[in-house]
Every structure is written in C-alpha cells, then in structure tokens.
C-alpha cells in the first residue's frame, strides 16, 4: 500500500508570493490534515479535512487555507508568503479522523520564503 | 489549555545504553496518548498509541507508559542503537478530536 505522498518536496518562494501544496493520502483514508513545522514552535496544527469538508481548523490566519477534493487529495495554499512561513509542512492521512485513528506522516514540503 | 510538555529537550546517549523521555499533559478530557519517532527531513512515525486503559505498550525496544492519574507519560529506548537518533515527539487527543503536540526530544546516539 502506498503511503502518503506531498509535493513538491522542496520550494523557494519570495515575500508576497503564494504557493499550493498537495497531499495525496493512503487510498482508502478520508481524512487529511495539516501541520506546520518549525524548529521554535514544534508541529502546529494548521487544519483537517473530511470528506471534502474542512472539520477543524487551529489557529492560523486567513492566509492558509485548503481543500479536499472527491479523491480525498488535499491541498493547502498560503497567499501573501511572509518570512516566517518557512517550514516543512507535513499532511497526515486516517481513515476517518484525528481522535482514534492512527495518523499516517507524509514526508513534508520544504518551504523556504526569501 | 491543552498542553503537552516534553523533557529533557534533547538528550546524547551512547550506543547501547537506554534512556526514558518524558511527557505530561494537561489535556482533558483524554482520549488516548500517542508517541512518534521523527527522523530528521522526514515525516513523524507513529510508535505507540494508548488509551486511558493501558498503562504499558511496547514496539520491539521502545516501551511506552501511561498514567492517566497523574497525566504523564514515558518513552523508554532500551539498548540504543545509531539509527535511534531522531527527535520523539509525545501527542495528546482530546474527546473532541483535537491533537496536542509536545515540543518533542531530541535524542542523539553516538557510537
């Protein structure tokens, strides 16, 4: 069974900029969330979605946002990238949903912002 | 506030030895208690998973415990081996589905 695939693996962006980021999760999972990774802050939870419905959302500002697609690939965009946007981000697959279900780790986007 | 707090941040260990990471967590109500190994420019692997009624689960050298009395949990690596090295990272769900995450451990191994 294939795992959680993200691309692309790596970016380089500039302030201002946007960019998209996929996520196709393990076939067969539903649900697939977001997480931003920096070295301060440790993993942070951006949001999740369901069966094309975002479920629940951490607290970022409106800049991130996403969506799910009837295939269950998600994506995230980031609009007007600021300097501290830099990060991996990491998506996650379950088969239904944060609370029970084993989380299945993509191996991140890498996302320099100059 | 839900919060999870990992200790010590980081810790250097020789090959061989084992070591115990520990995680509290204020999270309530508790659903279950999960642990991953991250290795470094990859994505979290999950260890352990336990819920309120387990105290103790094991995945080959890595042995997990859980006292939800006292809300703290452990991760023990017995006899460390180089590709230990990775930063272990302790995650609290609440009823609501919500995931707490820990700062993570920094575990070093040298030979």
């Known amino acids: 069974k294939a795992g959680v695939t993200q691309t692309p693996r790596y970016l380089i962006k500039t302030r201002g900029q946007q960019v998209t980021l996929s996520c196709s999760p393990i076939s067969g999972h539903r649900s697939v969330s977001w997480y931003q990774q920096t070295p301060g802050q440790g993993l942070q939870f951006l949001f999740e979605y369901f069966s094309e419905t975002q479920r629940n959302k951490g607290n970022f500002p409106g800049r991130f946002s996403g969506r799910q697609f009837s295939n269950s690939r998600s994506e995230m965009n980031v609009s007007t990238l600021e300097l501290g946007d830099s990060a991996l981000y990491l998506c996650a697959s379950s088969p239904a949903g944060l609370g029970w279900d084993e989380q299945f780790f993509g191996p991140g986007t890498r996302l320099t912002v100059l | 506030k839900n919060q999870v707090e990992q200790s010590p941040q980081s810790l250097i260990i020789l090959e061989g030895k084992n070591c115990t990471l520990q995680c509290n967590y204020t999270v309530s109500p508790f659903s279950n208690l999960r642990w991953y190994k991250q290795d470094t420019g990859r994505g979290p692997v999950s260890l352990t998973i336990?819920?309120?009624?387990?105290n103790t689960k094991s995945n080959g050298r890595y042995t997990a415990t859980l006292d939800a009395d006292t809300k703290q949990s452990s991760l023990h690596i017995t006899a460390s081996q180089l590709s230990d090295s990775a930063s272990y990272i302790c995650v609290v769900s609440a009823n609501d589905y919500k995931l707490s995450f820990g700062a993570g451990t920094t575990v070093t191994v040298r030979a």
């Open positions: 336990m819920t309120f009624s387990e």
